[in-house]
């Protein structure tokens, strides 16, 4: 997990204890910001959500979490080894007009790009999305094998 450290051009931008209690406030607010934004990573704009990726011999797994996102609002693209994740969460029309006292959890689009190797097979990718989990199988392409050539 990163976060942003308030900058601090000199030291003397901290010599009196206000300054260094803001300066320190400054910090954990950030770190806390960071980790109730979880499941998802906030961007000021875009929300990127939790994955993990997983090789194996035969293929690439990825698992992404999102939560509150329906299937319709999930879309998959392939280009020149790129994988492209985007949509959105959306909030029930039902509860925007409700005056709340907190809200945490956020709504929006979300988007993520992966660079994956060379040795994937585009055609064969399979998704599936099911309790919140999309999970996307990459098989490798199978690798050339040497072949003797016979000199005549």
Not at 7 to 27: G, H, T
Not at 123 to 130: L, N, P, T
Request: proline residues 4%.
């Amino acid at each position: 997990m990163a976060f942003n450290l308030p900058r601090v051009r000199n030291k003397s931008e901290l010599q009196n204890n206000s300054s260094r209690r803001s300066y320190v406030d400054d910090i954990f607010t950030n770190f806390f910001n960071e980790i109730s934004s979880w499941p998802f990573a906030y961007n000021d704009r875009v929300l990127s959500p939790r994955t993990d990726i997983i090789e194996n011999d035969s293929d690439y797994s990825l698992e992404m979490e999102l939560p509150g996102v329906t299937q319709d609002n999930i879309d998959l693209k392939i280009d020149s080894n790129i994988l492209t994740i985007e949509g959105k969460k959306e909030q029930s029309s039902e509860k925007k007009d409700h005056n709340y006292h907190i809200q945490e959890r956020y709504y929006g689009s979300f988007y993520r790009s992966i660079s994956l190797p060379s040795n994937i097979d585009e055609e064969h990718i399979e998704a599936q999305f099911k309790n919140g989990i999309l999970s996307i199988k990459i098989p490798k392409k199978e690798q050339s094998k040497a072949k003797k050539i016979k000199v005549t």
